[in-house]
């Protein structure tokens, strides 16, 4: 069975640019949550999404946006790009919304800006 | 709030010794506690969870977990590591906040495996 994936697998950007970035869960995984890991940290929780709604949302400035499509994949959209934006993005999927249960991760989207 | 800390960034081990990653956390409500492993290049796994019951947790890998309610520790241990389990591993907590759930991962340790 697949795992989640995640696309892309490298991106370079600019200050000031927009990106999106996509994940397609677990077959069967109704929610999606997305997770910004800057190098020597851990994850930090961006939103999460169940049943194409939002469920959750963490510290993250608005320029940060996600949705969820009627396949239960999803994108995230970061609009006016810094360089601390630079991190890898994980995303995670899980069969239930509660974020008590397991969540499998994906290999993540490494997001530079220049 | 809720916040997780992990005392040591970088644990160097010899192959066959015991080893403990230690996990602390902060919470006013409930929580629900996971350790999750991390290889290089890849995303994370869950290496073990505990959410009731028994405070001892194992993984199918040799690891366990102790959840300790008075000292609000979650230690990792393994009696015996190997070079195959060199890698960075991230302790996570779940609680309930704002009506949903939310999860904060403590910075990491990173296991390094000395033959």
């Known amino acids: 069975d697949a795992g989640v994936t995640q696309s892309p697998t490298h991106l370079i950007k600019t200050r000031g640019q927009q990106v999106t970035l996509r994940c397609s869960p677990i077959?069967?995984?109704?929610?999606v949550s997305w997770y910004q890991q800057v190098l020597g940290q851990g994850p930090q929780f961006i939103f999460q999404?169940?049943?194409?709604?939002?469920?959750g949302r963490g510290n993250f400035p608005d320029r940060f946006s996600a949705r969820q499509f009627p396949n239960y994949s999803s994108e995230l959209n970061v609009n006016a790009l810094l360089l601390g934006d630079s991190a890898l993005y994980l995303c995670a999927s899980s069969l239930v919304g509660q974020l008590y249960n397991e969540q499998f991760f994906g290999p993540g989207t490494r997001l530079t800006v220049l | 709030a809720q916040s997780v800390t992990q005392l040591d960034s970088q644990v160097p081990v010899f192959e066959e010794a015991p080893v403990e990653l230690r996990c602390n956390y902060s919470s006013s409500v409930s929580v629900y506690l996971f350790w999750y492993v991390q290889y290089p290049n890849q995303g994370l796994q869950l290496l073990l969870k505990?959410?009731?019951?028994?405070?001892l947790v194992e993984s199918i890998n040799g690891f366990e977990a102790e959840f300790n309610k008075s000292q609000t520790s979650f230690h990792l241990r393994k009696p015996s590591v190997h070079i195959s389990d060199t890698a960075e591993y991230f302790c996570a907590v779940s609680a309930r906040a704002g009506g949903y759930q939310k999860v904060t991962f403590g910075i990491g340790t990173k296991l390094q495996v000395i033959p």
């Open positions: 999404y169940y049943e194409k709604e939002e469920r």
């Open positions: 077959s069967g995984h109704k929610s």
């Open positions: 505990y959410l009731s019951g028994s405070t």
